[in-house]
C-alpha cells in the first residue's frame, strides 16, 4: 500500500498535557498522519494507550530529546512527508525556572532553534509554537490584546516564551514559504470530557488545578493559595483558566488555517484565553461547588515569579481562526476532577 500522498503532521510533547489533547482532537478532526516525539522528561508512555482508548488510533511516538541536534534529524528523516510540526515539547514550571533559570534557557530555547533548523532542512512550511500569556508580564491595562507590548518577564519561563516568539517571528521571515503561528495561552485546565485524558504530573504539581484534585483526593494534604493581599477583588491573583480541549480546538484551527495558506504575514499571534479573569479563590469555590468537595486550603505567602492579574481580549482569534471556547469554568473543574478519579480508579483496580 502507499502511503506516498499522506501529509504528516509532527507533534512534540505528544504525550504531555496539551500535546495529547491535540493529537485527540487532530486524529477526530483532521485526516493527517500524526507522529509524536517525546521523550517522557515530564510525561508518561500510557498517555498513548489513552489517546487509543478515546480515538481508537495507534500514534507513533519518538522517544528523542530535541535538543540533540544529530538524533533529531536521524528521526525526521524516517518520517513520511513531513508538512508541519506543533512544537510543545517544553519545561512549563513558573517556580522552578526561578529555581533553574539555565535548565529553562537549554532545553527550552535550544529546542525551540534545534526543531526550526529540521524545519529548513527538510522543508517543513507550517509552524506552531506554544507560547504563553506571560509573555506580558505585569501589564497596565486589562484585557491584553496581541499588540499589547511585553513587559519585563516576571520569569524565566516567561522570557523564554518572549525569546521564543522572536526566534520564531525571524526565523519566519527569513525563510520563503514557511508560515507560523504563535499561540499565547493562557491558563490551560481540566481535562478530556470523557475523564480518560488530563495532566499528569511525575512530580508533585506546581499549576493550581492539579494541586486542587490532589489535595481534594487526599494525595497532597493541603492547597496554598499564594498570597491574598495582592491589589484584586478578594487579594489572590487572577487568571484566564481555559479548558484544554478549547486550546486543542484552537491548534487544529490554526493548522488549517497555515496550510489554507489564509494569513498575510510570516507569523500570526493570538491569544487563547476566554477573556474570564478569575481569582484563585474563585477558583477554589467553582472546585468546591461543582464537585460537593470541601477543600483543605489557606491563604498563604506570594509566589516569587507571579503576575498578579491577566486575563485575554480573545477577539482576534474568534474572528480570524473562528473560535470559540466552549467549556466555563465549573465544567473545567468537574472534567478535572472526573480525570482525577478516573487516575485514582486505575490505581485501585
Ligand atoms: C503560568 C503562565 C501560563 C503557563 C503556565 C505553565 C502566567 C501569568 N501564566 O501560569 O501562561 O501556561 O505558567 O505552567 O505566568 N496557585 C496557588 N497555589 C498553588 C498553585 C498555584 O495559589 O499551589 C496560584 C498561582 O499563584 C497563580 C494561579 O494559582 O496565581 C495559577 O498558577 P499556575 O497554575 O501555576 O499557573 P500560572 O503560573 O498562572
Known sequence: ?????????????????????????????????????????????????????????????????????????????????PIGIIHFAAFKSVPQSVAEPLLYYHNNLGSL???????????????????????YGNVEKLPVTEQTPFSNAES???????????????????????????????????????GLNGEYPRS????????????????????????GDYDTRD????????????IADAHVKALNYLIDHKQKKSTSIFNLGTGNGVSVLEAVHSFEKVTQQKLNYEVGPRRAGDVINIYANNDLV??????????DLDEMML????????LANEKNS
Not at 487579594?235 to 478549547?246: L, P
Request: net charge positive; charged share 15%.
Open 235 to 246: 487579594g489572590s491573583c487572577i487568571r484566564d483558566y481555559i479548558h484544554v480541549s478549547d
Open 156 to 194: 524565566p519561563y516567561a522570557q523564554t516564551k518572549q525569546m521564543g516568539e522572536e526566534i520564531v517571528t525571524n526565523f519566519a521571515k527569513s525563510q520563503s514559504g514557511f508560515n507560523s503561528v504563535l499561540l499565547r495561552y493562557f491558563n490551560p485546565v481540566g481535562a478530556h470530557p470523557s
Open 1 to 81: 500500500m502507499s502511503t506516498q500522498n499522506i501529509s504528516t503532521i509532527i507533534v512534540t510533547g505528544g504525550a504531555g498535557y496539551i500535546g495529547s489533547h491535540t493529537i485527540i482532537e487532530l486524529l477526530q478532526q483532521t485526516s493527517y498522519n500524526i507522529v509524536s516525539i517525546d521523550n517522557f522528561s515530564n510525561s508518561n508512555k500510557d498517555t498513548f494507550d489513552r489517546i487509543k482508548a478515546i480515538t481508537g488510533k495507534n500514534i507513533v511516538n519518538y522517544n528523542v530529546d530535541i535538543c540533540h541536534l544529530e538524533a533529531l534529524e536521524k528521526t525526521i528523516s524516517q518520517i513520511e512527508n
Open 318 to 327: 474568534k474572528k480570524e481562526l473562528n473560535w470559540d471556547p466552549k467549556y
Open 113 to 135: 532553534i534545534n526543531i526550526l533548523k529540521i524545519c529548513q532542512k527538510f522543508h517543513i512550511s507550517h509552524f506552531i509554537f506554544s507560547s504563553s500569556c506571560s509573555v
Open 335 to 342: 472534567s478535572a476532577w472526573k480525570w482525577q478519579l478516573n
Open 204 to 227: 508533585k504539581p506546581d499549576n493550581l488545578v492539579p494541586y486542587i484534585t490532589q489535595t481534594a483526593i487526599g494525595i497532597l494534604q493541603k492547597l496554598t493559595v499564594f498570597g
